[in-house]
């Protein structure tokens, strides 16, 4: 029986929930516009990856069809893929002349926010729920029960800023630079290598809770192969969260050390270094990839929605670092005035450096 580690049923709570003005469901326009771009990979995965002769999915013996959603966060977006995945599979059984099978969706995420997200789910879905709260990194489901795993926009969050960047006797001590800008090789391989580790996790976890057979669906945000995350539209926005934060330190309204000792544990693969990862893994199997069409090419965001979507996504991880000392709304507002000198770098055609990568994997039963 798996160990049941309880500290993955703390909250790291990187994302903020809620329903408020600063949540992530109402500011997530980003990861709303990857789920679309997802819909048709999911649709041919689905028809063309699914083994219906496999036993495993043989629904007159097997109670349900169970999807598992990893990093659900609060919703709206997960709702929308979740409609996807299911109207695939169903039409998958009715072509091969077999009734539909019941479905299931286990949401997980950090502990903080099902409250929200329970109170918000379609009322005329057609899938009974569960929430299994916990970080992904580790078991969480018993051997074998899950059909379909989904993941989007969550496994670029780590499971903690690399140790090395933190130590100021390190290389890799990243005194300066809030994040991985890929500038400094030793801040890079610290980052990469916690990536890697954390990447590992998930899939073994994720590898014994598939039936053998059984899909994986992963998005994540990424950079093109032989570019620097610094030289990517979010890299600028990140860049400008760092010169924000520099300023509120000469005012001395934060410690200059607490900002020295401050980095977002955050990682954005080349598309290249996260295959690679992905195909150590030897219980599964890349059955098909795609690099997504941009959000940004869709359209162009609003200041608002910039800032709106940085606050949302990691205004946890400031306030957990800074504590009481920082003044959240003061940090945006000083945000929102400086965003307008960033913006070209941001919205320019040169600068959409960034890029959802989509990747189905199958359990291939070793
Ligand atoms: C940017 S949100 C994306 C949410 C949603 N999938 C979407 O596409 O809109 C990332 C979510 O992943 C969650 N997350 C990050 N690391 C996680 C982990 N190790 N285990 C569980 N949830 C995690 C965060 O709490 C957050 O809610």
């Known amino acids: 029986m798996a160990k049941q580690d309880n500290t993955l049923l703390l909250g790291a709570d990187p994302t903020t929930g809620g329903d408020g003005p600063n949540s992530h469901a109402h500011n997530s326009v980003h990861q709303k516009r990857t789920v679309d771009g997802e819909k048709q990979m999911i649709n041919q995965s689905i028809a063309n990856d699914f083994d219906m002769k496999n036993q495993n999915f043989d629904f007159s013996s097997i109670p349900c069809f169970r999807i598992a959603t990893f990093g659900c966060s609060v919703g709206p977006n997960i709702f929308i893929s979740l409609q996807s995945i299911i109207e695939a599979v169903e039409s998958k059984y009715q072509l091969s002349s077999c009734e539909s099978p019941e479905f299931q969706v286990i949401f997980n995420d950090y502990?903080?926010?099902?409250?929200?997200?329970?109170?918000?789910?379609?009322?005329?879905?057609?899938?009974?729920?569960?929430?299994?709260?916990?970080?992904?990194?580790?078991?969480?489901?018993?051997?074998?029960?899950?059909?379909?795993?989904?993941?989007?926009?969550?496994?670029?969050?780590?499971?903690?800023?690399?140790?090395?960047v933190m130590d100021k006797s390190s290389p890799a001590w990243n005194k300066g630079t809030i994040y991985c800008t890929g500038t400094s090789k030793h801040v890079n391989d610290a980052y990469l290598g916690q990536f890697e580790r954390d990447v590992e996790s998930f899939l073994n976890a994720r590898a014994?809770?598939?039936?053998?057979?059984?899909?994986?669906?992963?998005?994540?945000?990424?950079?093109?192969?032989?570019?620097?995350?610094?030289?990517?539209?979010?890299?600028?926005?990140?860049?400008?969260?760092?010169?924000?934060?520099?300023?509120?330190?000469?005012?001395?309204?934060?410690?200059?050390?607490?900002?020295?000792?401050?980095?977002?544990?955050?990682?954005?693969?080349?598309?290249?270094?996260?295959?690679?990862?992905?195909?150590?893994?030897?219980?599964?199997?890349?059955?098909r990839f795609a690099i997504l069409k941009h959000p940004l090419e869709y359209f162009v965001p609003s200041d608002q929605m910039i800032a709106g979507g940085l606050r949302a996504a990691i205004e946890g991880v400031i306030k957990n670092h800074f504590g009481d000392q920082i003044d959240i709304d003061e940090l945006f507002s000083l945000y929102l005035k400086k965003l307008p000198e960033s913006r070209p770098s941001i919205v320019d055609d040169n600068n959409r450096r960034n890029m959802d990568i989509c990747i189905f994997l199958n359990h291939n039963g070793v």
């Open 111 to 164: 502990i903080d926010d099902f409250n929200t997200l329970f109170r918000s789910l379609p009322t005329s879905r057609e899938y009974l729920v569960a929430g299994v709260p916990g970080s992904s990194h580790g078991r969480l489901f018993p051997n074998s029960t899950l059909h379909f795993v989904y993941s989007s926009s969550a496994l670029h969050w780590l499971s903690k800023v690399p140790e090395e």
């Open 208 to 287: 014994q809770e598939l039936v053998m057979g059984g899909l994986m669906c992963l998005v994540i945000s990424g950079i093109p192969n032989g570019a620097k995350f610094s030289e990517s539209a979010l890299g600028k926005v990140y860049d400008l969260l760092g010169f924000c934060l520099e300023d509120m330190a000469a005012r001395g309204l934060i410690s200059g050390e607490k900002l020295d000792s401050f980095n977002l544990p955050l990682y954005y693969p080349t598309s290249g270094k996260f295959l690679e990862v992905i195909k150590k893994n030897k219980h599964l199997s890349m059955v």
